[in-house]
């Protein structure tokens, strides 16, 4: 896709980390909060030094497309600073947990799941040098073995979390918030890894405790724009409809925007919706054949799907419809509907989008189609790409050519670097590339996995 390049951060996306901060501080803990994508370093060994004169135990979140860059520089930083506990965490890691332990020594601990809870329990043991084996969701170096703590129950009462840190950020460089008002999926997608991230069920704030937070952020912030990034915000009707109320009721000045499940929509909802201040809304099609859709679980027709658009546009400009193409079972007829409905959905004014699948470790296509996975820039040693709307987290003196060949040598680890095979790859490569729009299209990502043929 296209080569990674620096752009101005508008949106503060690093909300789990945040909310970890803030529990730590209510627990009675100073936390340094660093956001390195805002941060200003403009080398690797700025972050280390900053990094070396912090505390001894470090915190690391991070996505899978900054995953290798942050093992590599933790790898560094533990090579000059030996004295530092390493704990990493976020989705990926929590993937991934007993990989990282064993293969990167350098990593001391994985945070698994949700934090919150854990982060305290497990600083409480580290200040008073307790044996971790009773701290439930870790799983942790203990010598030369690796140990796994059953995993923490989930966080039913998530009113229970404190609100994220937002005073450790400056927030005069966000434009935009990102928010969550529930945690989890009832749906089980088989591309996807929610079902192994959040181990089924979704919790939910309640609407009093959201509308308090966006009132903070409008009236101390000044922010009049949110996402909310809820697996699903419409998985209750009811719950919407009272949001969208309460909202409207509260007469801030803002506008927000949110994913939606389809076949979960009618007239009422989009309507409050758009009275209550929604500008955007996305949606996850994911292909325009119902034959992908069943394979996929994805519990959705296309029928369904193109009356919620035609709905939704009837009351918001911005609707998003997003498709993934490339899966290792799909043919050229459902590739073909799948670039019909798109070019459908475009002529009514959706923006729809089209990205190949990415292989994700756990999910259950990984699991069945895991051998059956390339590289898609073989002997180049730039890899960085932007994977939808994910940007890499690269500097301009990090050694490529060294997260290259880790993440050559380890799939198993690092999956999303890789794509699956998929019938009639080139001719594909060829549509897709011919209908996307401009800015888009990934021509490095094309032309390279043209060469891996």
Known sequence: ???????????????????????????????????FQTAGFRTMEDIISHLGKSSDILGISCALSATPSVIYMLKKLKEGYPEKTIIMGGPDPTLIANSLLEKFPFIDIVVRSEGEKTIVELMDCLKKNKNLKNVRGISYRD??????????????????????????????????????????????????????????????????????????????????????????????????????????????????????????????????????????????????????????????????????????????????????????????????????????????????????????GGAEIYNNYKDNLIFPVPGNNNIFFYDNDSDMFPLPDINNKVIFNMVLKNPGIFPGFYRYKTPHLEKKIDIISSILEEEDKWSVFFENLRISL
């Open 143 to 360: 010598g030369n073995k690796i140990r796994v703590n059953p995993p923490r129950p989930r966080i039913g009462d998530l009113d229970e979390i404190p609100f994220p840190a937002y005073d450790k950020v400056d927030m005069k460089r966000y434009d935009s918030i990102t928010i969550i008002t529930s945690r989890g999926c009832i749906y089980k997608c088989a591309f996807c890894t929610h079902p192994i991230i959040w181990r089924g069920g979704v919790f939910f704030r309640s609407i009093d405790n959201v509308i308090e937070e966006l009132k903070l952020l409008n009236e101390k912030y000044k922010k009049n724009y949110f996402g909310i990034m809820d697996s699903a915000f419409n998985l209750s009707k009811k719950r919407v409809l009272e949001f969208c109320d309460k909202l409207k009721k509260e007469g801030m000045d803002v506008r927000w925007g949110c994913d939606l499940r389809a076949d979960l929509i009618d007239k009422d909802i989009i309507k409050k919706m758009a009275e209550s201040g929604c500008s955007s809304v996305i949606y996850g099609v994911e292909s325009g054949s119902d034959r992908i859709l069943k394979i996929i679980k994805k519990n959705l027709d296309i029928k369904t799907a193109r009356h919620a658009v035609k709905v939704t546009k009837k009351y918001l400009n911005n609707v998003t419809t997003n498709f993934i193409w490339g899966y290792p079972f799909e043919s050229m007829k459902d590739f073909m509907l799948t670039k019909k409905i798109i070019e459908e959905f475009r002529k009514i004014g959706v923006n729809s989008k089209c990205g190949v699948l990415r292989p994700d």
């Open 1 to 35: 896709m296209r080569p990674y390049r620096r752009v101005p951060w508008t949106r503060l996306d690093p909300i789990g980390p945040l909310c970890i901060t803030s529990s730590l501080i209510e627990a009675g803990y100073d936390v340094d909060f660093i956001n």
